[in-house]
């Protein structure tokens, strides 16, 4: 676990607890934190207990480890850069939750329901990075990303979306640990945070893109997206409209929605939800203090799924940003990567 002491690497922690396939045995964090047991460097923010065995581990420095199979990484991105490649290049599979390599052709941006085939771009980094047989960098979205990309998903594959606007009301855990200051936040809403819009508009359609020998040939559809900061402290929710290539009814649509599933459901993945999407049909739904852990979670909820006179459709769509669009997420590529028989240099 790389940035194991942040909001993101403590829903790893959390959530690889007990885990059927994957042991923390190594945490690692800035000078500030190296020395120190797991517990006293971490200011613990989740309402469960710390895990005890991860509690007493010593946090360490981010020189790789030849001998560990997996490097998660919660990393800030001033540091993920160079040290994601150095744990590459040193023959282990690192997931990674940074925004640095994403966008790299070489390099899988993945939501397992959605575009599992990409991880096979793993594959390429021996050529292309001179990466040894085990080591590669596969990546997850940028939080609202996700939430986006799993409700257009569905659509695209059924009918071809042409446009799409959406407005985003995001959560401070998204800034990570400590954040904001409160005095900023409190009772404020903040219609900015640098490089978000962007990152909605390019990952989307590589996510939705098509791999076509060994290239990914993005989805061509525009995206507006407009993002704000808002006083909820976990939950991204979003305001989607969507512009479809077929005339379709909203019965269709939302039998696309609620139909929506994928290879971790087939493979029944360890931390696979049900349904990677819940409809919600309450006028007032989803909220995020009522809606947010429905599947652990791992599901993005649908709601207010309706006309729009502009578009074709539009609808309310809410997503756990550290769970689903962070440390989950990141936890299911690794689940596919096993099932698919990528990791240890046999893919
Ligand atoms: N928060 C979200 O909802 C979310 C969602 C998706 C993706 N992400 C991405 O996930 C990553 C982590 O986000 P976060 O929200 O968890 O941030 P965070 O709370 O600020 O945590 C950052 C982690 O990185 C470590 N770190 C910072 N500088 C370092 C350095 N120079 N050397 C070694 N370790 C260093 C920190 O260690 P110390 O505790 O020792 O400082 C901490 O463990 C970011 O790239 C972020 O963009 C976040």
């Known amino acids: 676990m790389l940035g194991a002491t942040g909001a993101v690497g403590q829903r790893f922690v959390e959530r690889l607890d007990g885990h059927p396939q994957f042991v923390v045995s190594r945490v690692a964090a800035s000078e500030r934190s190296q020395g120190k047991p797991y517990r006293e460097a971490c200011s613990w923010r989740l309402p469960v207990p710390m895990p005890e065995a991860v509690g007493a ?3 360490q420095d981010l020189t790789p480890d030849p001998g560990i199979a997996i490097a998660f990484s919660a990393l800030t991105a001033d540091v993920a850069e160079e040290v994601e490649v150095a744990w590459a290049k040193a023959g282990v599979a690192v ?3 940074a925004r640095n390599h994403r966008m790299a052709p070489d390099v899988p941006l993945l939501i397992p329901e959605v575009n599992a085939d990409h991880l096979s771009l793993a594959a390429c980094q021996a050529e292309t990075r001179r990466f040894p047989a085990t ?20 659509l695209h594959r059924a009918f071809g979306v042409e446009a799409v606007s959406v407005v985003t009301l995001q959560a401070v855990s998204g800034a990570g640990y400590p954040g904001l200051p409160a005095i900023d936040i409190a009772g404020n ?5 640098a490089g978000e819009e962007a990152k909605l508009e390019t990952e989307t359609r590589k996510m939705l893109g098509r ?3 060994g290239v990914i040939r993005h ?8 993002v704000n900061r808002v006083p909820v402290v976990d939950g991204h929710t979003e305001s989607i409209s969507v512009k479809l290539a077929q005339r379709v009814g909203l019965d269709e649509v939302r039998d696309a929605l609620v139909t929506f599933t994928g290879e971790p459901q087939e493979r029944n993945l ?5 349904t990677p999407l819940i409809m919600v049909e309450e006028p007032d739904r989803p909220q995020p203090a009522l809606d947010l852990d429905r599947n652990g979670g791992m599901s993005a909820v649908v709601g207010r799924l309706r006309p729009c006179p502009v578009l074709d459709f539009k609808m309310t769509v809410l997503g756990h940003n550290t769970v689903r669009g962070a440390a989950g997420g990141s936890i299911l590529n690794a689940e596919l990567a096993v099932a698919r028989g990528v990791l240890g240099g046999s893919r």
Request: aromatic share 10%.
């Open 57 to 59: 581990l010593t946090v």
């Open 95 to 97: 997931f990674s939750n």
């Open 135 to 154: 080591g590669f960098l596969a990546t997850n979205p940028n939080c609202s990303a996700t939430f986006l990309t799993m409700a257009l998903a569905p």
């Open 189 to 193: 809403v903040i219609p900015y945070i």
């Open 211 to 213: 791999l076509d020998n």
């Open 219 to 226: 989805a061509e559809f525009p995206i507006s997206a407009q």
């Open 270 to 274: 360890p931390s696979a939800p049900v």
